[in-house]
């Protein structure tokens, strides 16, 4: 059987490949070049990382379908797995499978009708304390806003008292399992991160606490309550949630804006579609489905800026796809970024151009998975489109933007974010 095609370091393409990464200021730049040379598996050596990296649809399926009981989501000693212990990233088989039932209904769709208020209502809480005039970080904003629809929704409560109190231990949290220079010594243990790790921990067990008392129980909290699991299985799950149901979401607003910002007349579009259907009255969850163009704007800052960039497995048994072997306990990776711009589905896949998600337009399967795919595909992705739609909206209803930088550059933190921010200076249109 063929091998698997690797970059040497000393030769050209690591050389182009190191280039583009200055250029790019990203190490995606470097990847993709990469890919670009050696076709859609290749294997990738970078310090503390190596793994045999896939691209395309047929790769995508193959990992997410028809692979999938030959592969295991959870790896021992990642970061993730340490933070998130047994939370329904990082598990498999029958115990995922029931951990995801239980979770399931209170992401349906049926739901969103609830959550809508909150959204707006979180939205509004934030943007209310933006002076007109003033330059706000989106990448900020956006987060605040997200970290308080989600555990409004999700937990059924209050997250504003917090904020502040536990800003710091959320970033160094998201530090924790980001890329860094931590791999090349390894994963764990780490220090100073403890006392962040612990004090997220003491929140989510006091919030379990609090619920306990209730009997309101219609929320994702409330249905792992009523399931019987003890504290720290849900703890597990909640701070999953917290993470993945987040920092996806600050990711995909921050990229919308920067790149809203970069196209005004994409922006003046938008807000003259959010005016014509909603006006100056609050969006709801009729409007998330009115709002075509806005919706592209949202798939195509998906498309470009995928928040999770790749999905990680390890071989559970040896694989072989497109000819080539896989050893089992190989780390593979589907790469969604890299397939995202594939010239071949996704022509001048740097440009901007909503309109290929223009009504009417089908794309390849496989070739769109900003949630992934197959029976593990993301639980949050109806909660997070209509999320994005109705916080857009209401914060298009209200101000004026005008981005402050030139370039943003794509980050590998935890999720792929826009570096050194979104700054945006917000005009107030009028008071709704
Ligand atoms: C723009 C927003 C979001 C994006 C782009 C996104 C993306 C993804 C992707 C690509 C996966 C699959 C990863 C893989 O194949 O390895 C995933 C899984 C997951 N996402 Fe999201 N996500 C978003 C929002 C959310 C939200 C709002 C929540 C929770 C409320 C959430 C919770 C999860 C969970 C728990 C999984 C694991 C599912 C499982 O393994 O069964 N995500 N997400």
Redesign the pocket.
């Known amino acids: 059987m063929a091998t698997i095609p690797a970059p040497r370091p000393d030769g050209l393409l690591s050389l182009k490949a190191l280039q583009a990464m200055i250029r790019e200021r990203s190490v995606l730049a470097a990847i993709e070049v990469f890919h670009q040379g050696l076709g859609n598996i290749f294997q990738l050596a970078l310090p503390g990382f190596n793994a045999v990296m896939l691209v395309g649809p047929e790769a995508a399926r193959f ?2 379908v028809t692979s999938r009981d030959d592969v295991r ?1 959870r790896s021992e000693g990642d970061p993730v797995t340490h933070l998130l212990r047994d ?3 990082v598990i498999d088989g029958d115990y ?1 499978d029931r951990i ?1 039932n239980l ?1 399931n209904p209170s ?1 349906h769709r049926q739901m969103l009708t609830q959550y809508a208020e909150a959204m707006v209502a979180c939205t509004d809480q934030i943007c209310g304390t933006w002076k007109s005039g003033n330059t706000y970080d989106m990448l900020v904003e956006m987060r605040k806003i ?1 970290l308080l629809i ?1 555990v409004q929704t ?1 937990f059924k409560v209050d997250f504003h008292p917090q904020l502040e109190r536990l800003w710091q231990s959320i970033l160094k949290t998201l530090a924790y399992i980001s890329p860094g220079l931590w791999m090349l010594w390894g994963s764990i243990p780490r220090p100073g991160y403890q006392k962040a790790l612990t004090d997220m921990d003491d929140y989510l067990y006091q919030v379990i606490d609090i619920r306990r008392q209730d009997d309101h129980r219609e929320d ?1 909290l409330g249905a792992l309550i009523d399931a019987g699991l003890d504290n720290g299985v849900i703890r597990d799950q909640l701070l ?2 917290l993470i ?3 920092d ?2 600050t ?2 607003l921050s990229w919308a804006f920067y790149l809203l910002g970069k196209h005004p007349d994409a922006l003046q579009r938008a807000r003259a579609e959010v005016q014509q259907v909603i006006g100056n009255g609050l969006p709801g969850i009729e409007h998330a489905h009115q709002l075509p163009y806005l919706g592209q704007v949202i798939d195509e800052a ?1 498309r470009m800026y ?3 960039h ?4 390890i071989a559970a048994r040896d694989l072989e796809f497109d000819g080539r072997q896989i050893k089992a306990g190989t780390r593979v990776v ?1 790469s ?1 970024y890299l397939t995202h711009h594939m010239k071949t589905y996704w022509p001048s896949p740097h440009e901007f151009q909503p309109e290929r998600f223009a009504v009417g337009i089908k794309h390849e399967p496989y070739t769109f ?13 109806a ?3 209509v ?2 739609k109705l916080v857009l909206a209401r914060l298009l209803q209200k101000f004026d933007f005008d981005l402050q930088i030139n370039r943003a550059y794509a980050y590998m933190g935890a ?1 792929l974010e826009p570096r050194p921010g979104v700054p945006m200076k917000v005009q107030l249109r009028q008071t709704t």
């Open positions: 990992v997410l989501w939370g329904v990233l995922h995801r979770m992401l997200a989600l999700l994702l999953t949630m993945a149901g987040h996806t979401s990711a995909l998906l995928p928040p999770i790749l999905g990680s497995r589907y969604i998975l900003p949630f992934g795919g197959g029976p593990r595909n993301c639980i949050g992705a909660f997070s489109q999320e994005a999720t």
